[in-house]
Each structure stands twice: as structure tokens, then as C-alpha cells.
């Protein structure tokens, strides 16, 4: 009986301290907690604005409840522990809405979230308040939001390493991965682009930057401003990161042989007008997205590359025939994400001589801040992030000169004649608004 008990308290531990670490992370708008062994230590990280920062460290022998624990709640097989495993969970928390945060001086507070997490896989959050008080999927929803809930998805990656396994909790909130294409920091200038050629009925829409640069909120935002009950869209995702109402998701499978180049060749019988595909990896995919889009559709994806012409450069590679590149593409969107300026303690300093020079910051007259370090960011000077944008949208002369077998050093040339706002323009325009310094735009593009 004592050792019943004993393991009972064992157990209310090891859920309390993973409620605790992520509701912390929450507090702190953490995207992602690593836990990982080392040495004699569990080590703890919070990525913070896409920088991981050091949390507590604990002894190592209360890894493995940890990782059972947290591999229960999200459905893993706690017998593996030589192979990579991916799966997640759902629960929600109650954050006080900013202002009677502000007001209250208040952490969010641990609530359902013991009770969420123990009847996780049977019901949702959602699901919960539905059965219970017998309303909608939409009022539940929104009753969710009203009383100032959030509902997280967690997304758990277990990856064995020569210490053992370490531990990945990807936190998805969804007020945070929604966001309008103005939320996202576009200017007006490139809003007017980027709407002129998501909006046309046939082509193809290229979202391209680094991992991590927020490829995949641009295209959600772009599905959320086309979206009508009119129009069809289907989603290629690995892996659907949220669920977006109204349109129909498609989870890739290349275990099962479903990767995206099978996906593509059936999606026409779905009777799709867009089509949005995660990511284009393989000239398969490329050569079957083009020509579908060629046959009268609009479609919507990435390619890891990192400029406007780099785009190009990187379907030629895949070796994709030229006239198809300058024809089938209605432009290029190429993005960063940067660090923005903590609003509660900007102070006036001056831009690094390095940092003036490349982003041609001579000869403007501008007060310069930056963030001095706050309780409000952590000491970081930084609070949030902002897209910076490169936009293009594929013009006649720039076709022909694709066809023509120009070189990427010549249509750089042409691109910036006709006016395309490169990632240095945007960025420059931000540091002058005071969005961002010059040295963290440095860093980015
Ligand atoms: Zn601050």
C-alpha cells in the first residue's frame, strides 16, 4: 500500500512539473522546450524569439519519468528508445488577456490543465466543452476564447542520442500561427504585390527562406485571405501544423509511399481551385506542381532557397525546363524573421559603422533604438518577431530572360531595375521605423 501511494506522488510530480514547464514556456512565448541529458544533469531550454536560452537544470535520474510521462501523453511507445518517434498532445491553459495581465501584474495560472492532460487522446479540450455543455464545435471554440483560454497544441519529437533520449515539445498556439498578411509585417507596398498575385485564378505562388523563417504562417495566412465557400482548397502538408477550418488538409505520408509527388498527381480528381503544398523538395514534385498549375490552377508553396532569383536558380537545378519556370510562376516571396525591439525599454544608441554600410543607412536622419533589457523581455531588448520581405512578382521582360538562358547574374540585374523591394530594402525600412536594429537585421538577412 505505501508503495501504491508512493508511486501515485511520484506520478502528481512528474505531471505537475510538466504543467509547470509549460506553462512557463507559455508565460515566456516560448515555440519550443528542449529536454535533454547531460552529464549528471537533465539540461532545459526555452526558444525564445528563435533563440534557445538556458532554464533550470535538474538531476539526470528523473529523465526517464519525464520522458514516460510526457511519451503517454502524446501516445509514443515508452518501450522504444533507439528510435526517432513523433506525435502530440492538446491541452489548454487560462492567460489573462494582456491588459488584466498588465493590470494584475499576473502569470498565467495553472487551471484544467491536470485534468486536460489526463484525458488527453480520449477527449479535447474542445470535445470536453462540447459534450458538456452540449453546444457546437464553434461555440465551444469560442467559448475557449472568451474566458481567455488558450488551446495549445504540443508537438513532441523523442530522439535518441548517445546520452539518451532527448525530448522536443514544439508549442503551436494558434492565435499565434494565425496571422493576417498585415500581422506578419508586410508593408503596404508588398501587400499590394503579394495580394495581386495570390488572388489570380491559375499559377504558382513561391514562399521561400530559410527553416525557421515562417514559410508556413505566410501560406496560412494566404489560404485565410482567398478562403470562400466558393472555392476548394486542398492542402499537401508533412506535417499538418494546424487545422484550418474550411479547408481541406492532407497529411503527407511517405512511409506509405504517399509523398507529395503522389499526392499531387491525384489531387485533380478532388476537383481542387488552390492547392497549397508544404514544401517542394524534389524536381518529381516540382514538374508536377508546374504543369498542374499550368492546367488552370493556383498553387501555393516553398522552396528552401533564399532569395527571389535563388528561387529560380534552385527549380533549375531541379532540373525543370526554363520556359515552365518563366511561365508557370506568378511570383516569388522570399522572407526572414527578426527579432523586434522590446517597446518598454527602447533607448537611442547609434548603428554599428558595418551595420550602416550594408544596409545604406547613410545619409538618413534618424534617431536609432534599441531595446536596453527589461523585465517585460527578459533582459533581451527584444519582444516578438517581424517578417522581413522580398517580393517579386514575374513580369514579361523577366520570362523571356529566363527562356533566353540568361544568367542569375542578369536577372538579379533586371529585378532590381524593375523595382522589385529586396530583403535589404525592407529591412532598411523597418530599422528606420524603429522595428528592429540594424545589427539583428544583420544577423537575418
Ligand atoms: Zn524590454
Redesign the pocket.
Known sequence: MAKYTEQMDEEERMENFISDLLLRAVADRASDIHIEPAGANIRIRFRIDGILKDQETLPIYDLERIIIKIKVLSNLDIATHSMPQDGHFEFMVELPTEAIKKKRNETPKRTHLTDAVSRLYSKTPVEHIQEEEGVSRERAEKTILDEGKRRLDIRVSAFPTIEGEAIVLRILNREEILLSLEELGMSQDVLQKVRNMITRPYGMVLVTGPSGSGKTTTLYAVLREILTSERNIITLEDPVELNLEGVRQVQINPDRQFDFAQGIRSILRQDPDAIMIGEIRDGETAENAIRTSLAGKIIYTTVHANTVIGTIARLIDMNIDRSLIAYAINGVISQRLVRKI????KIAYDPSGASRKYFGLEGYDTRYVK???????S?????GRVGIFEVFAFDLDLRSLIVERSSMATLQDYVQRAGMISLIDDAREKILAGLTTAEEAMRAV
Open positions: 522590446c517597446t518598454n525599454c531595446g536596453k533589457g527589461c523585465s517585460e523581455c533582459g533581451t531588448g527584444f519582444r
